[in-house]
């Protein structure tokens, strides 16, 4: 702050002093003519040192305001050139810089907002302004003019003079007035030309600043022209109606930055009250939704970063590609050093320079609650999966384990039986003792088959759940009235089967499956009113699924499961 109320300060002691300066000699002077000249003089200067202290606020590093400040400085130089003055190194300077500005407008214009000229082209044509207007206009001719030796015995010293050349110097003036006049227009064409290329958001950025910087321009590109006879810029009153004009250009173009900034204030409070009025308790997605439409981008995705950034997620903790695909950009929100959002929008949304930053502020707290609720919903989401995979890993062990007892103790069982069939062909009859043994191994092949199968049928696997639960009816009293004829996940058909057989095992059942709209609904008729589901409820829970229990008036159950087919 210090260092500005000193350029503040400093702003207002060139001012005043350039008008003490013209009263020196104000027959040379554009300001002193009238007072409307003494005002443009000042309201110009001023409005454009104000202006540039003002963007300098906002974005402490753009170098737009620099080059405000200093086009401010250039209109109080103009008038510098003043040969009645008493100052030498005042006369010089002006002599050194007296057609800076339009040099320095063009870079403004070039480089606002973003503070840098983003292009070769216009570094080149901003690099040639200088070089006509202070190399050729300013220090050349200043180099081969010396008023004293032209008559002028009371007049200030040329500190820059070389040699006393008149015929020279009216060679210098007249080329600096042409080539004036040609870059003049090649920087009116370039400034428009990065109107017309600008993406809808970058126009309005720079739409207000190069249109008041294009009028100027015009202005300095038609007193040169009305110059191109004499060979150097006059005095007549054309000149001084066209140099209040370019007043007026100049004083607009201060008002257009600082409308520009109050805009992006005005922007910041409206999308600071959206994020107040949506409250904490917004729903998921409604940050996005306001964003949107505030943003004029029906496509706007926001994307909020997750495990350390390695991934992204919407509010809705569903996977975010990054970067997107096809025309959309991403650009990364921060605040305080924190990676807050990255947001998936149309190309020229932010071609402000300030206007991620100013969103990020504006919005960080509604995007670091809905941050943390879509984290959330990852994890939990996570842990449903895991839980998935837990369930499907334990199907898979019960599946491992009736193959093992399938093909292995069952078949060598199996064997045994064959063998006690074979030695009892070799007894004599009578022999008792081997047909009680014969007996016992049939009922332990029996119950062994019986437990291999409601560890996991092999019908479930290979033919899927209709098949399977009808081959349990066959020897249960179970009715399958209808089933959908699509496979399901493993897991899922599991689940059902395992319900199916846990409640047909207690009363006769009836059951019914369809799927909807992604969801299986499993519904069960069972004639009893006590139902043991065992651990049932816990596997359902852990597949995201939900199971209800509807009691009937005559002693009946309806038992309903729901699960997500994505439950693989």
Known sequence: MPVRLVLVGLGVTIGLFTVSIAHEDPGLSFALTSTLGTTTLLVTGWSLMVAGLALSLKRPRNQAALGLYLAGCAWFLSEWDNPGGSSSWVFSTGLALYAALPAVVTHVALAYPYGHLRTWTNRTVVALGYVVTIGIQGLASAMVFDPGSQGCSDCASNLWVVADRPDTQTVVDLLGVRAGTAWAVIAFLTVMWRVVKASTAGRRAIVLVSTCALGYLALVAGMYATSLGRGFVGASDTEHDLWLAQGVALFLLAVAVLVDLARARLIQRALTRLVVDLGHAAPAGRLRDALAERLGDPGLLIAYPIDDGSRHVDAMAREVELPPAGDRRSTTLRYAGADLAVLVHQPGLFDHPGAV??????????????????????????????GARVVAAGDEERRRLERDLHDGA????????????????????????????????????????????????????????????????ETLDLRVDELPAQRLPDVLETTVYLLAAQLVRQATTSVTGTVTNGWFTFDLQVQADHLDLGELPDRINTLDGGLELSPGPDGTTRVVLRLPVSSS
Not at 434 to 463: C, F, N, Q
């Open 357 to 386: 930053s100013d969103l990020a502020s504006a919005v960080h707290l509604g995007l670091e609650n809905e941050r943390l609720h879509a984290e959330a919903l990852a994890q939990l989401a996570e842990v449903r999966s895991s």
């Open 410 to 473: 069952q078949q060598r069982l199996i064997g045994l039986s064959l063998a006690l069939r074979l030695a009892r062909t070799r007894l004599p009859p009578g022999a008792t003792e081997l047909d009680a043994a014969d007996t016992e191994l049939r009922e332990t092949i029996a119950d062994l088959r019986t437990l291999a199968h409601g560890l996991s049928p092999v019908m479930l696997k290979d033919d899927g759940l209709p098949a399977a639960l009808r081959a349990l009816s």
